[in-house]
């Protein structure tokens, strides 16, 4: 199918689509498990030429799974180029090693996955590379913290663990134009239901460990670029002078593994959605319940930014009971849904993001954070959404 048609399929067809191999006729990639490969003269005088896209040299720099896994991922993001890498954090750390030098600031949102926001609040800040935190959802205050030399605007499309929604488009408006490049990651949301590049964020970062693997058994990540003010071979640069350097390639495998999830994002996603906002009502009403975050909700703080840019609200939602005892008593009571790290998987997955993934930030930078002790997030899987409230509720029960 040529690209012309191609670009105009539906999501679906767009994500299942693959052209057979055109030496073997196989109607799945196969793997090249393999850490070198053999030069001809044809690739041996391109390398030579400065022409290394797509040639086989060394593992390091790139495998045909991972050329494949790239392309799919332009596919379904609606991007002009793809740079995969070996997780989420290294497509983080490559997107901002490769834009950015020592002098150098970024503005960010509060809530960021934690170990972004480590990276930005303490790494990053050792090569001179300032960050600051506000609300993006407060465009005033964006607009207040840019500086000269604000470089980066960087901000997840659903927050991870808060679901803060932010309005992408005057966000981008007020950072093109003072040339500053806007990066999202989607990781929390997966591209089935929002696409930021068709928002005009330049880049568009995924954790593919999470919704787009979809089984628990392969890390990854990718970084998505549609942007006007970037070189349009942006990706291909970072990808020679930061993720080969940094030495953070995906492995073939794991590209495979991530293209065979690639196929049925839509589907699971569709259902993920439709539980976590049956879920979302039925903690809503629960008397155990503090509070709900999940931004189908017409209570979520930024329901209505939502509703107009995004068609589906996800499959994440975080609910708070009183405490951090409470929370642990009904993560451990749980029979069905699984208390486990990570999220966009098959099977529910639970955790409690103030003692798991936030545990080396302090509780009064969490409290700023809106992150409570008792807060629970909730990854929805594909079990049956009744199962999944009456094992919520013989736990709630227990506190
Ligand atoms: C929002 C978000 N971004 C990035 C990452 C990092 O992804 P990975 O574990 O694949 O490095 C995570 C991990 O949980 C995440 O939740």
Do not use: W
């Given at each position: 199918m040529n690209s012309a048609k191609r670009e105009k399929l539906g999501f679906g067809s767009k994500a299942v689509y693959y052209a057979p191999d055109a030496e073997t006729q196989s109607i799945n990639m196969p793997i090249y498990m393999s850490s070198s490969f053999q030069y001809t003269a044809e690739s041996y005088q391109r390398v030579v030429d400065g022409e290394r896209k797509e040639v086989n040299i060394y593992g390091r720099c790139g495998n045909p799974a991972e050329y494949?896994?790239?392309?799919?991922?332009?596919?379904?993001?609606?991007?002009?180029?793809?740079?995969?890498?070996?997780?989420?954090?290294?497509?983080?750390?490559?997107?901002l090693f490769g834009l950015l030098k020592s002098g150098d600031h970024i503005v960010c949102d509060w809530t960021t996955y934690s170990s972004t926001h480590e990276m930005l609040d303490h790494r990053l800040t050792d090569y001179g590379i300032t960050t600051t935190f506000v609300n993006m959802a407060d465009v005033d205050a964006v607009a207040a913290a840019i500086q000269d030399n604000t470089k980066v605007l960087y901000m997840e499309t659903i927050a991870n663990p808060t679901m803060k929604v932010a309005a992408i488009p005057p966000l981008v408006k007020l950072a093109h134009e003072r040339g500053i490049?806007?990066?999202?990651?989607?990781?929390?949301?997966?591209?089935?239901?929002?696409r930021p590049l068709e928002w005009g964020v330049d880049l568009v970062l995924e954790s593919a460990t999470k919704f787009i693997g979809g089984h628990s058994d392969a890390i990854g990540g990718t970084i998505c670029m549609k942007s006007d003010i970037l070189p349009a071979d942006f990706l291909e640069q970072i990808r020679w002078n930061t993720m080969v350097k940094l030495g953070s390639p995906i492995s073939p495998f794991s590209a495979w593994l991530l293209l065979r999830g690639i196929q049925t994002l839509h589907v699971r996603v569709e259902r993920m959605c439709q539980t976590?906002?049956?879920?979302?009502?039925?903690?809503?009403?629960?008397?155990?319940v503090n509070q709900v975050w999940y931004p189908g909700l017409p209570s979520h703080p930024q329901h209505d930014i939502a509703v107009a840019?995004?068609?589906?609200?996800?499959?994440?939602?975080?609910?708070?009971?009183?405490?951090?005892?409470?929370?642990?008593?009904v993560l451990g009571t749980l029979e069905l849904a699984t208390f486990a790290a990570s999220l966009g998987g098959v099977r529910t997955t639970t955790q409690i993001p103030a003692t798991m993934a936030f545990l080396d930030i302090p509780e009064e930078q969490l409290a700023s954070m809106n992150i409570s002790q008792g807060m629970i997030?909730?990854?929805?899987?594909?079990?049956?959404?009744?199962?999944?409230?009456a094992d919520f509720e013989q736990a709630l029960a227990k506190i």
């Open positions: 494949q896994f790239e392309e799919q991922m332009m596919q379904i993001e609606g991007a002009d180029a793809c740079l995969a890498t070996a997780s989420g954090m290294a497509a983080i750390s490559v997107a490049v806007v990066i999202c990651d989607n990781t929390f949301a997966s591209p089935y239901v929002i976590a906002m049956t879920l979302a009502k039925y903690f809503e009403t629960h008397p155990k840019q995004m068609p589906k609200f996800g499959g994440m939602l975080t609910f708070a009971v009183k405490d951090a005892d409470a929370a642990v008593k997030r909730v990854s929805t899987g594909l079990e049956d959404a009744a199962d999944l409230i």
